[in-house]
């Protein structure tokens, strides 16, 4: 508990839509994950569970600095109880789409959404790929009744801010409790 008070102050950004009668009636009940796919240039963003490459999305997740040693299943375990989102360097003349960007979302499609593992694989860094994927899933139909989406970012704050986010004005009120105990080297 007292290393975890020590951690950085990585800061909590929320974003606070939907006034309540916004809310769509009957409330949205989702029975299955939507496909859906956008295209942008030489890229393909898509919802397409089978399209994910736990090869390069566990490559990047095991050195990023919020899971340094997550292990495959731990990410591939992650993915199935979430909603993936994969960003695919697709040009025609490419015969399959390659991953080179992911996030996930958790919500109960209600309340609240919590975005994770944003990230863009360096060689596309810079085009406005990030931006696109968050937006994207922001604007997702399987979340439009979310009244507030959260994140926490030690230093891509510029990236969700052009997006809507803001520091948590209210993060006082928040508590956590946590278990994380690292995930060695496995
Ligand atoms: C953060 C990340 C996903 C951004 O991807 P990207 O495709 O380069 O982002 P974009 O090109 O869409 O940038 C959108 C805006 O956010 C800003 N931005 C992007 N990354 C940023 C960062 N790390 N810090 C501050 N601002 C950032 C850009 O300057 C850009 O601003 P602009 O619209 O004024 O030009 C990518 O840098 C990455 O994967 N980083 C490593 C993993 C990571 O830190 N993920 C976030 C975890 S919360």
């Known amino acids: 508990m007292s290393q975890d008070l020590a951690e950085p102050p990585d800061q909590l950004w929320a974003i606070h839509p939907a006034a309540e009668d916004d ?8 029975a299955a994950r939507t496909i859906k796919e956008w295209r942008r240039g030489d890229y393909l963003l898509s919802t397409d ?8 999305i566990h490559g990047f997740l095991k050195g990023a ?16 109880h979430s909603l993936p989102f994969g960003l ?6 490419r015969a399959h789409p ?18 994770m593992d944003v990230f863009v694989l360096a060689p ?6 990030g931006r696109w994927l968050v937006e994207t899933m922001l604007a997702f139909p399987d979340f439009r009744d979310v009244r507030a989406w959260l994140l926490r970012s ?33």
């Open 88 to 93: 695919y360097h697709a040009p025609a003349a």
């Open 23 to 30: 809310l769509a009636d009957p409330p949205l009940v989702v």
């Open 98 to 115: 390659v991953q080179v960007g992911y996030a996930r979302v958790l919500t109960d499609y209600v309340g609240i959404a919590y975005l």
């Open 49 to 56: 569970w089978g399209r994910l490459d736990f090869d390069v």
């Open 124 to 129: 596309h860094r810079g085009h406005g790929l």
């Open 65 to 80: 600095y919020w899971s340094p040693g997550i292990p495959r299943a731990t990410v591939e375990r992650a993915a199935r």
């Open 154 to 186: 030690r230093d891509a704050a510029g990236l969700y801010e052009r997006s809507g986010f803001e520091p948590l004005a209210d993060g006082r009120h928040y508590r956590r409790y946590s278990r994380h105990r690292g995930y060695g080297r496995g």
